[in-house]
């Protein structure tokens, strides 16, 4: 999944000669937290609701700012973009590493839209299938070549079809492996797992 296709588009922008009151009344009517500031079709800066409240506020270091104080006094302006076509959780990545709440992305210089955590949450969602009627299946594989393949066989053997599989390491012996599939029964596939050596970890097994 790319970050072209959970951004917001077209974005909405502000300049950078306009007030903080100005600016903060338009996020509380377009109900957003970030705005990027854009000077002759240019990415100059971002403010946030927050930049706003720190400006304004007795905790500001220079003292409170008016509310007619220029946008551009109180915006960041070294800005951390995305590109249309970066993987989702590469944004995601920079997003925790540089710890801020969006990313402005891209294109040929031009803003062409904006990804915030929340959309990065619902990229989640679709990636894990929870969107969709499914059962959840967790199991710990050995981290060797064919271990995956291994478990989507046996589960092919029970006719069941895949939804979602996420993995990720669990240590340097292990691979936790994450499936959502298409069928609540999941309890009954689990058995049918174990019954082949696979080690499930979720559901747990049934206290008979």
Same mark, same amino acid.
């Given at each position: 999944?790319?970050?072209?296709?959970?951004?917001?588009?077209?974005?909405?922008?502000?300049?950078? *000669?306009?007030?903080?009151?100005? #600016? !903060? #009344?338009?996020?509380?009517?377009?109900?957003?937290?970030?705005?990027?500031?854009? *000077?002759?079709?240019?990415?100059?800066?971002?403010?946030?609701?927050?930049?706003?409240?720190? %400006?304004?506020?007795?905790? @500001?270091?220079?003292? =409170?700012?008016?509310? &007619? +104080?220029?946008?551009?006094?109180?915006? +960041?302006?070294?800005?951390?973009? %995305?590109?249309?076509?970066?993987?989702?959780?590469?944004?995601?990545?920079?997003?925790?590493?540089?710890?801020?709440?969006?990313?402005?992305?891209? *294109?040929?210089?031009?803003?062409?839209?904006?990804?915030?955590?929340?959309?990065?949450?619902?990229?989640?969602?679709?990636?894990?299938?929870?969107?969709?009627?499914?059962?959840?299946?967790?199991?710990?594989?050995?981290?060797? =070549?064919?271990?995956?393949?291994?478990?989507?066989?046996?589960?092919?053997?029970?006719?069941? @079809?895949?939804? &979602?599989?996420?993995? !990720?390491? *669990?240590?340097?012996?292990?691979?936790?492996?994450?499936?959502?599939? @298409?069928?609540?029964?999941?309890?009954?596939?689990?058995?049918?797992?174990?019954?082949?050596?696979?080690?499930?970890?979720?559901?747990?097994?049934?206290?008979?």
């Amino acid at each position: 999944m790319l970050v072209k296709e959970v951004m917001k588009s077209p974005v909405l922008t502000i300049g950078p *000669e306009a007030t903080l009151e100005e #600016a !903060y #009344a338009f996020l509380l009517q377009k109900g957003i937290r970030h705005l990027p500031v854009v *000077e002759e079709g240019r990415l100059v800066g971002i403010l946030t609701d927050r930049d706003i409240r720190l %400006a304004t506020s007795a905790l @500001n270091p220079k003292g =409170p700012c008016p509310g &007619s +104080t220029p946008v551009r006094e109180a915006m +960041t302006k070294e800005v951390v973009t %995305a590109d249309p076509l970066d993987p989702v959780e590469e944004a995601a990545r920079v997003m925790r590493v540089r710890k801020i709440g969006c990313l402005p992305v891209v *294109e040929d210089e031009v803003v062409v839209g904006i990804v915030t955590g929340i959309d990065l949450l619902d990229a989640l969602l679709r990636l894990t299938g929870v969107t969709e009627p499914s059962g959840r299946l967790e199991v710990r594989l050995p981290d060797r =070549p064919g271990e995956l393949a291994r478990l989507t066989g046996l589960l092919a053997q029970q006719g069941v @079809n895949i939804h &979602s599989l996420l993995s !990720y390491p *669990e240590d340097e012996e292990a691979v936790r492996a994450v499936v959502r599939v @298409n069928t609540l029964e999941t309890h009954l596939l689990a058995e049918a797992l174990r019954q082949s050596g696979m080690e499930v970890v979720w559901p747990p097994r049934k206290p008979w």
